[in-house]
Each structure stands twice: as structure tokens, then as C-alpha cells.
């Protein structure tokens, strides 16, 4: 248990509404990450942070944005969700090095 | 070109049967190199972390990484029903820690 939540763990919404998925760590870790995942893509990377307020675009960042104002929690929102967003989505914290250690995930049906 | 390349399989093999599962990269800067495990339904686990060149082994698990060849292996010695799963390969270089993953393979052992 890398002592990441992610909520909500499961989510179904209409095209055009925000969404905002929270991911929580119990530790004070400084690098926390966003990914979705899809049949045939593997992971790929949304957002990251290392740091409050210290964020950064990753491989697929269009559409989405991010918000870290405590150490403890990264906000992913999609401003207006598009079926293309359907995904499941994982938190992941780097403690130390560069492992990353995920957590459990959000399945987001946009339809 | 995908900068990560990895057969999607699925893989199916006999219990006790030796597995190899391999990745391929084109980008020389990767120095990390690491291993996930999924479960159907569940986060990616870290199975093994490696880096640079050289290999590295841990109970049944064995990870190589060939460097000048652009080519990672794990291998699963004497495998078991519960080691199916989906295998990602994962690497990076000095970037925020970020990661390049492989779209996984589906390895099923049967009894």
C-alpha cells in the first residue's frame, strides 16, 4: 500500500459537465503524477507536480488542468469532459529515486 | 515510432513454464528502467527497478537491461497462475522523474 487514495473511484458524467478527480498521499512526498490509461496506449502521462503550486504538462495534458495547493493533494479537473476522456485514471507519488508507486485508480465513463 | 515498444501479447503459458518479456526504446537518454505488474482492475505495482545497464534479480524475477541494444527483459522463472497478469515496462531519464511506458502484455499461466 503506497498510502495514495484516488476518489471517486468510479464516475459516470455527460459530455460538456467538469470533472474533477483527488488524489490524496499520506506521506509528504514532493513529485505526485497524473495518468490515463486506454486499450493499446499503455500509461501516458497527463500532468505532474513537484511541489504545492509547482506543476507541469506531461504527454497528453490538452483538456485537462491541474491544481496542487496542499502537499498532500493533486486535483486533476477536466473543464468540459469529452467522450475521448473516457479513461481510467491513475495517481502515482515518487518517493525517492525515480519509482513511482501508484494508486488504486478512477474509471471515468463520459457519455 | 513509439518511443516505447512492447509486444501486447496476450501471452499464454503452462504453470512452471519460464517467461520472457521484453521492451524496446529508441531514446539513448533513459538511465531508469523498471517493471509493473497489473492485476485486472487494480493500480500498477512496481516488480522490479533498475539502472543503467546490468541485471538484477529478485526471487523469481529477474530484470536485464542491455543498454547499447535498446532492450529490457523480465524474466518469471517456474510461473505461477497467480502471476497472471498484465506486465508494463516503464523507463525514464532526468526529466521530473517522468515515465515512458509500454502498452503492457497480457501474460495468462495456466495450471
Known amino acids: 500500500d503506497a498510502g495514495i487514495t484516488q476518489s471517486p473511484r468510479h464516475k459516470v458524467t455527460e459530455t460538456g459537465t467538469p470533472v474533477t478527480l483527488r488524489c490524496h498521499q499520506t506521506e509528504n512526498h514532493r513529485y505526485m503524477y497524473w495518468y490515463r490509461q486506454d486499450p493499446g496506449h499503455g500509461l501516458r502521462l497527463i500532468h505532474y507536480?513537484?511541489?504545492?503550486?509547482?506543476?507541469d504538462k506531461g504527454e497528453v495534458s490538452d483538456g485537462y488542468s491541474v491544481s496542487r495547493s496542499k502537499t498532500e493533494d493533486f486535483l486533476l479537473t477536466l473543464e468540459s469532459a469529452t467522450s475521448s476522456q473516457t479513461s481510467v485514471y491513475f495517481c502515482?507519488?515518487?518517493?525517492?529515486?525515480?519509482?513511482?508507486?501508484f494508486g488504486p485508480g478512477t474509471r471515468l465513463t463520459v457519455t | 515510432q513509439k518511443e516505447v515498444e512492447q509486444d501486447p501479447g496476450p501471452l499464454s503459458v503452462p504453470e512452471g513454464a519460464i517467461v520472457s518479456l521484453n521492451c524496446t526504446y529508441s531514446?539513448?537518454?533513459?538511465?531508469?528502467f523498471m517493471w509493473y505488474r497489473q492485476y485486472s482492475r487494480k493500480g500498477p505495482e512496481l516488480l522490479m527497478y533498475?539502472?543503467?545497464?546490468g541485471n538484477k534479480e529478485d526471487g523469481r524475477f529477474t530484470a536485464q537491461v542491455d543498454k547499447s541494444s535498446k532492450y529490457i527483459s523480465l524474466f518469471i522463472r517456474d510461473s505461477q497462475p497467480s502471476d497472471s497478469a498484465t506486465y508494463l515496462c516503464?523507463?525514464?531519464?532526468?526529466?521530473?522523474?517522468?515515465?515512458?511506458f509500454g502498452q503492457g502484455t497480457e501474460l495468462s499461466v495456466k495450471p
Open positions: 533498475t539502472y543503467s545497464s
Open positions: 507536480s513537484y511541489g504545492v503550486k509547482d506543476t
Open positions: 531514446n539513448s537518454a533513459f538511465q531508469y
Open positions: 516503464a523507463m525514464g531519464g532526468n526529466q521530473g522523474g517522468k515515465l515512458i
Open positions: 502515482a507519488i515518487r518517493p525517492s529515486s525515480y519509482e513511482q508507486y
